[in-house]
């Protein structure tokens, strides 16, 4: 019984001292793969009418995330469910060419004015944050991200963009405080 007690409190204070470390280097490998690239994300910057949201939209930029890696041609499609969510299609073509999908939900947040939304891709259990931060009166371009500052995607309902209109959408996000020499450019066809 001895015996086993010290083996116990050895084990016991090996875990102590890896642990930190192990949640150290995930930590570590986590902050690489997903750098804050805004830490005063600003609340959304006008309402957001779903009717004139909805539809395709192209990515024309975006912050690199492990589930887009070597994507081009991003496209994503938002429709309205009967029961009043909204379905997500998002599409690719991946680093071998071959085309790549997912399908998601989205609710609106209540009392956001339309710009917040609750995303899920992974079944009802894990929602994520979806920010629409700011928009074309149009609804011509979107600037999305999420209150981390993580995540941000620009879009257009057009692609590609032309160089001055690319500049503008990028002078935007910068001035919603986000660094921009983090943004990946999105091959469209």
Known sequence: MAASRGASSTLLRAAALLLPVAAIAGGARLARRHPVGNP?????????????YLGRWYEVARYEQSFETGCEAVSADYSLRPDGKISILNTCRGANGKPRAS?????????????????SFFGPFYFGNYWVLDRAPDYSWSIVGDPSGRYLWLLSRTAPLDEMELRALISRAAALGYDTTKLVMTKQP
């Open 40 to 52: 005063l994300v600003p609340e959304p910057l006008r309402p957001v009418s779903l009717k004139e």
């Open 103 to 119: 399908r998601g939900t989205a609710r609106p947040v209540p009392g956001s004015h339309g710009a917040k939304f609750k995303v």
